[in-house]
C-alpha cells in the first residue's frame, strides 16, 4: 500500500489559533480523506477530496486536494476546545484505486489546545 | 441509531485463547472492513470483504479470520492469541468501492 507522510506529529496551540497539518504521498492518490479521532471513540469523517485542486469546507474546516494529487491540507480556523483529538488524512491502498482495499492512513496530527 | 456498532467495547484474555469481535452496521452497506490501530494510534487495514470477494492485508496472521453471516455483519475471529495482538480494532463499512468509511466504536483486545 501507499505511504502517506503527516506533519506536524503535534501541534500545542492556543484556543481561536488557526490550525494547518498536511500530507504527502510519493504516488499519486484520487480520493484524499480528512478524519477526527476522540479519545475512546472511532475516527469520523470530516471531509472527502476527490478531484485534484478541489477546495471544500465543513464548518470552521477547509481542506484541498493538492494540484499534483501527491497531497492534501487540512485547515481549522479559530480553534476551540472541542477540536482536539487526532487528525488521519487516508486514501485508497492503492492510491488511485477505488476503497474496497481499504484505506491507507497518515500517522496522525494530535491537536493539543490550551485555554 | 448507532450507523456501525462493535461488540465488546473492551476484551481481555489470556494468550492462547481464541475470541471473537462482532461487527454490525444498518447503513445497508456493502462493503466491510476491520482495522488495526497500535499503541502509537496507527491505523492499518486488515481486510476488506463484500459479498463478492475477500481481500486479505498480507501482513496479517492466519489466526485472524473475518466471518460475514449476511451483508449487515462482518465478525472477526482471532485463534491463539498473542501478546502482540493487544490493540483496538476497528470494524468500517462503504457503499461499494466508495473511499468514504464509515467507522465503528473500536474494541480494545488487551491479551495477558
Known amino acids: 500500500g501507499q505511504q502517506l507522510n503527516q506533519s506536524p506529529q503535534s501541534m500545542f496551540i492556543q484556543e481561536g489559533e488557526d490550525v494547518s497539518m498536511n500530507c504527502t504521498s510519493s504516488?499519486?492518490?484520487?480520493?484524499w480523506l480528512w478524519y477526527k479521532q476522540d479519545p475512546g471513540e472511532g475516527p469520523v469523517l470530516l471531509i472527502a477530496?476527490?478531484?485534484?485542486?478541489e477546495l471544500t469546507s465543513n464548518g470552521r474546516l477547509t481542506a484541498q486536494f493538492g494540484i499534483t494529487r501527491k497531497d492534501s491540507f487540512l485547515n481549522i480556523s479559530a480553534s476551540i476546545p472541542s477540536d482536539v483529538g487526532i487528525y488521519f488524512c487516508?486514501?485508497?491502498?492503492?492510491?488511485?484505486?477505488?476503497?474496497?482495499?481499504?484505506?491507507?492512513f497518515g500517522k496522525g496530527t494530535h491537536l493539543i489546545i490550551q485555554p | 441509531d448507532t450507523a456501525v456498532s462493535q461488540t465488546p467495547k473492551y476484551l481481555v484474555t489470556q494468550m492462547g485463547n481464541d475470541k471473537s469481535i462482532k461487527c454490525e452496521q444498518n447503513?445497508?452497506?456493502?462493503?466491510m472492513y476491520w482495522y488495526k490501530q497500535d499503541s502509537k494510534k496507527f491505523l492499518k487495514i486488515m481486510f476488506s470483504?463484500?459479498?463478492?470477494?475477500?481481500?486479505i492485508n498480507e501482513t496479517v496472521p492466519n489466526r485472524f479470520s473475518p466471518k460475514s453471516p449476511d451483508k449487515a455483519h462482518l465478525n472477526l475471529h482471532i485463534n491463539s492469541l498473542e501478546l502482540g495482538d493487544s490493540a483496538v480494532y476497528f470494524c468500517?463499512?462503504?457503499?461499494?468501492?466508495?473511499?468514504?468509511?464509515?467507522f465503528g466504536p473500536g474494541t480494545r483486545l488487551t491479551v495477558l
Open positions: 468500517a463499512s462503504s457503499r461499494g468501492s466508495y473511499n468514504e468509511q464509515f
Open positions: 504516488s499519486i492518490f484520487n480520493t
Open positions: 477530496l476527490y478531484k485534484a485542486g
Open positions: 487516508a486514501g485508497p491502498v492503492r492510491g488511485s484505486g477505488g476503497g474496497a482495499d481499504g484505506l491507507t
Open positions: 447503513l445497508g452497506h456493502d462493503t
Open positions: 470483504y463484500n459479498n463478492k470477494e475477500l481481500i
